[in-house]
């Protein structure tokens, strides 16, 4: 006979305990929540608000035509300036877009593109099929317009760098290049996205180590977006010389190559020169949110402690 042993804990007989729900332990308990909530939201919507943020939008200009703005920035941004492209009514969060990646080619397998169709070959010349590499839509897609930043007085550029854009563990884990001192060869039997210009080893012809899977904008752009409108970080204010306090005050000129169609999409494209803060970026939706559920629970606890005292007493005289 398949009988249990006979312990506390298998006949379930272990002490247990329940909590009592009264308003003792109630009221006070949503109180300390809204107590909470509503500095930790007063802070972040300040710190949010101190963000400088400028953004110019040039979904306008003519693809693979000269695509110049001029910025008017009328108060110095100070600190880390960061500058960022931004994209709306472009959905990186469909299922289909997402699962389209390999992550083990991404680790210098470059043979692996399961999950890719249908951008994961060709057939070359020879008529032998040939692995596309890095294959999938979200790689075949990747953003490909560049910025730089002029001074509008002296014509001097400003100096950008992708040194902090993307964090160290992608580079470490997530993104390796296939084993070999050149590049161009280890790519030499696969094929680039078909929507790509030139090679994946020609991402940066003036850095090696920012080529290939290990390139920074095609990091930053492999991490999809979960909301149609998104920005993405581009580029870093180097900040040394007349730029050591951050991007000062004047007029500067802003040169787009422009190669990334939006229209058949009603896409919209823009670019984002923004401040941070302890807390981030310009992004208030956090700190209104502590706001609310702060401003909920003290709204609660108000009515709760009304009841309490109004017809809590009337009870225990029954």
């Not at 919507?45 to 306008?60: G, H, I, R, T």
């Not at 108060?75 to 009514?89: A, C, H, I, W």
Request: net charge positive; with cysteine; aromatic share 12%.
């Amino acid at each position: 006979m398949n009988k249990p042993k006979s312990s506390r804990l298998r006949q379930q007989k272990l002490q247990s305990w329940e909590p009592t729900l009264t308003a003792n332990t109630v009221i006070p308990t949503i109180f300390l929540v809204s107590v909470v909530f509503i500095p930790v939201g007063i802070f972040l919507v300040l710190a949010s608000n101190s963000v400088k943020e400028y953004s110019v939008s040039y979904d306008d200009c003519v693809i693979d035509q000269p695509c110049i703005h001029t910025i008017i920035i009328n108060e110095e941004f100070s600190g880390d300036v960061y500058f960022y492209y931004g994209l709306k009514n472009y959905y990186q969060n469909h299922r289909r877009y997402l699962k389209s990646r390999n992550d083990k080619q991404l680790l210098g397998n470059l043979e692996s593109v399961s999950e890719c169709e249908p951008y994961h070959q060709v057939n070359s010349t020879s008529g032998a099929a040939q692995a596309i590499a890095p294959c999938g839509a979200i790689a075949n897609s990747m953003f490909n317009d560049t910025f730089k930043l002029y001074e509008a007085t002296t014509n001097q550029e400003v100096k950008l760098t992708y040194d902090g854009i993307v964090w160290d563990v992608d580079i470490k884990e997530k993104f390796k290049n296939p084993p070999g001192d050149d590049l161009c060869a280890a790519f030499q039997n696969t094929h680039k996205p078909l929507n790509w210009i030139i090679s994946p080893c020609q991402l940066d012809r003036a850095n090696s180590s920012n080529s290939g899977f290990q390139n920074v904008d095609f990091i930053v752009w492999m991490r999809t977006a979960a909301l149609p409108t998104f920005r993405k970080p581009y580029r870093k204010l180097i900040r040394n010389g007349s730029y050591q306090n951050g991007l000062p005050a004047g007029t500067y000129r802003l040169e787009i190559g422009n190669h990334y169609p939006v229209k058949s999409f009603n896409g919209k494209k823009s670019f984002i020169i923004s401040t941070t803060s302890w807390a981030g970026g310009q992004n208030s939706f956090l700190g209104v949110a502590y706001l609310f559920v702060g401003g909920i629970c003290l709204l609660l606890g108000l009515i709760f402690l009304f009841i309490h005292l109004k017809y809590g007493q009337s009870h225990k005289e029954d």
